[in-house]
Structure formats: C-alpha cells, structure tokens
C-alpha cells in the first residue's frame, strides 16, 4: 500500500542574528508558529525560531510574520516544495 511522505508545506527563513526579540511577530501569528529562543544572538537578544506546529495550528504560510518585522529578520516565507529544495 502506497504510504504518501507528509511534507512540511511553509517554512519561514529567519535571519536570527538581526532579530532584536521584539516579539511583534510573535504576536502577530495567528497560528501561535513563533517563539522566542532560549538562546541569545550576537546582539544579546533571544532570537525569534519556527516551528511549523503551531499552538493554534499549523503555518498557514499567511506571510504576515514577514510584513509586521521591523527589522528585517524574516527574510522569506517559501512553500514546502521550496524549502525542501532548500531555496
Ligand atoms: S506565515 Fe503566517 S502562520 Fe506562518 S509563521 Fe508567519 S504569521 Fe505565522
Ligand atoms: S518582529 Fe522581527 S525583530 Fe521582532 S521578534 Fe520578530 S523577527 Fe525578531
């Protein structure tokens, strides 16, 4: 019997060392699909990380994360076929 693999369908690339752990995205998800890491960047800031299960569901690839950063730390938000390609 043909088992379909169940693939990751968003992903969102995170440039972790210009994250300032504002958390406006954090906020903004409607999914609950970021959090901020224990683990602090080169600035000294707990960094924003993914996770495609959300609290509230999974990434809805919605894009919003990406518009509200203020700084630029959410470079893309790629479908699974790209990140699985990794582009
Ligand atoms: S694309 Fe939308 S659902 Fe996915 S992490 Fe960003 S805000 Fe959340
Ligand atoms: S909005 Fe940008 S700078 Fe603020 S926590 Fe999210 S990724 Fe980091």
Redesign the pocket.
């Known amino acids: 019997m043909y088992h379909p693999v169940l693939r990751q369908k968003w992903d969102v690339i ?3 060392d ?9 906020n ?1 998800c409607p999914q609950q699909n ?1 959090e ?1 890491s224990k683990s602090i960047n080169g600035l000294g ?1 707990h ?2 990380e993914f996770n495609f299960h959300g609290k509230r569901g999974d990434c809805t690839g919605c894009n919003i ?1 990406y518009t ?7 470079l893309e938000v790629v479908s699974g076929e790209e990140a699985a390609n990794g582009s």
Do not use: F, M, T
């Not at 210009?18 to 954090?26: A, M, N, S």
């Open positions: 995170i440039d972790a210009r994250c300032k752990g504002c958390e406006i995205c954090v903004a970021l901020l800031y960094y924003v994360c509200v950063c203020p700084d630029y730390s959410i």
